[in-house]
C-alpha cells in the first residue's frame, strides 16, 4: 500500500540551482496537490491539479512551477532555488476537492537553500 | 478569500479532555476537516463536518456550527500520543481546494 510517494526525501541545493520534486499516487485519485509547511505557517498551497493535464495557481505559486502529464505523478520545479524556498514540501491527492474524502498525503521533502 | 484561526499550543493532562476551537472566514462554505501531524511525520485525516453536529469516531470527536463559523476537535481519554499538531482546513470558495490553518501544538503531559 504505496499511497503518496514522494521522491527525493532530502535535498541540499545552492542559490539558483533547478531541481523536480516527484510525486506518485497509486489510488486513482484526480486531485493532486503541493503544499509548503514553514514553521507557524500551516500548510500553504503551492499548486494543484483537478486532473491530468490540468494545473492551477494556489496561495503561494511565485517560483514553482508544475506539471500533471500523467494522472498518477504531480512533479513540482523550482527554476532557480532561493533561500525563501527553504521549507518542507509536502504533496496530497484526494478523490475530490470538497474537503469531504480525506487528502492523502506523502511523508514530504525536506529542502535546504544555501 | 478564506482564513482561519485557531490557538498555537494546548496543553492537557494525560487521560483528561481537551477542546481545539477553530473559526472560520469563507466565501461558499462547504466542510470542516480536522487533520493530525506528528512531529516530523505527514498530516493525516481525522475528521470532515458539513453539516451541523457532532460526529464522532472513538476517542475523537468534531463539531461544527455554521451560523457560528465555528467547530471544534475534542480529544477524550488523552493519550501520551496524542502530542501532536492538529490542523483545522476549510473547503469552500468554488477554488476546488482545502485551505489549512496554522495549526495547534497540542502537548500532552503525565
Known amino acids: 500500500n504505496a499511497g503518496v510517494t514522494q521522491t527525493p526525501k532530502f535535498r541540499v541545493l545552492k542559490t539558483g540551482q533547478s531541481m523536480t520534486l516527484l510525486c506518485a499516487q497509486d489510488m486513482n485519485h484526480e486531485y493532486m496537490y503541493w503544499y509548503r509547511q514553514d514553521p507557524g505557517m500551516g500548510l500553504r498551497l503551492i499548486h494543484y491539479?483537478?486532473?491530468?493535464?490540468?494545473?492551477a495557481k494556489g496561495e503561494v505559486p511565485d517560483g514553482y512551477n508544475v506539471s500533471r502529464l500523467k494522472k498518477q505523478n504531480f512533479l513540482l520545479g523550482l527554476e532557480s532555488a532561493a533561500p525563501s524556498q527553504t521549507s518542507v514540501y509536502f504533496c496530497?491527492?484526494?478523490?475530490?476537492?470538497?474537503?469531504?474524502?480525506?487528502?492523502?498525503f506523502g511523508d514530504g521533502t525536506r529542502l535546504s537553500i544555501l | 478569500g478564506q482564513s482561519l484561526e485557531q490557538p498555537s499550543e494546548v496543553t492537557a493532562v494525560e487521560g483528561a479532555i481537551v477542546q481545539i476551537n477553530c473559526t472560520y472566514q469563507t466565501s461558499g462554505f462547504y466542510g470542516l476537516s480536522w487533520y493530525q501531524q506528528h512531529d516530523g511525520g505527514a498530516p493525516t485525516f481525522l475528521s470532515y463536518n458539513g453539516l451541523d453536529g457532532l460526529e464522532e469516531t472513538g476517542r475523537f470527536s468534531s463539531f461544527l456550527s455554521r451560523s457560528d463559523s465555528y467547530g471544534y476537535l475534542l480529544l477524550q481519554e488523552l493519550q501520551m500520543k496524542d502530542s501532536a499538531s492538529y490542523f483545522c482546513?476549510?473547503?469552500?470558495?468554488?477554488?476546488?481546494?482545502?485551505?489549512f490553518g496554522t495549526g495547534t501544538k497540542l502537548q500532552v503531559i503525565p
Open positions: 491539479s483537478v486532473g491530468e493535464g490540468t494545473t
Open positions: 496530497a491527492s484526494s478523490w475530490t476537492g470538497q474537503g469531504n474524502q480525506p487528502q492523502h
Open positions: 482546513a476549510v473547503s469552500g470558495g468554488g477554488y476546488q481546494k482545502v485551505t
